[in-house]
Nanobody, 124 residues
Framework: QVHLVESGGGLVQAGGSLRLSCAFS????????MGWFRQTPGKEREFVAR????????FYLDSVKGRFTISRDNAKNTVDLQMNSLNPEDTAVYYC?????????????????WGQGTQVTVSS
């Protein structure tokens, strides 16, 4: 089975930083893309960032460009999301996900494997 576990969420003041980590186990990720999504109550699950495992090519939600950085560590089998200059609008449960559908997809429905989420709360 494929298993994803997020960590690193917490409470931070506006302007602060957090680093989320997603640990992968169960399968080789070479042909996959890894994504971060977020969700608040009453809202659709929102794409945040994506990275292709092999190439490292990244793609971001417009509102997080320049503030968030997604990266992967081949040795540790982890995908991280460094979040800087956090805003209260960034408050959400953040989910790690994986998909074998690599080209450009940002749709949650295209992602096959999901972690259980980690809470990020940004106070004003």
């Amino acid at each position: 089975q494929v298993h994803l576990v997020e960590s690193g969420g917490g409470l931070v003041q506006a302007g602060g930083s957090l680093r989320l980590s997603c640990a992968f186990s169960g399968r080789y990720l070479g042909t996959y893309a890894m994504g971060w999504f977020r969700q608040t109550p009453g809202k659709e699950r929102e794409f945040v960032a994506r990275i292709r495992w092999n190439s490292g090519i990244t793609f971001y939600l417009d509102s997080v460009k320049g503030r968030f950085t997604i990266s992967r560590d081949n040795a540790k089998n982890t995908v991280d999301l460094q979040m800087n200059s956090l805003n209260p609008e960034d408050t959400a449960v953040y989910y790690c996900a994986a998909t074998p559908k690599v080209p450009f997809t940002t749709a949650a429905s295209d992602y096959t494997y999901w972690g259980q989420g980690t809470q990020v709360t940004v106070s004003s």
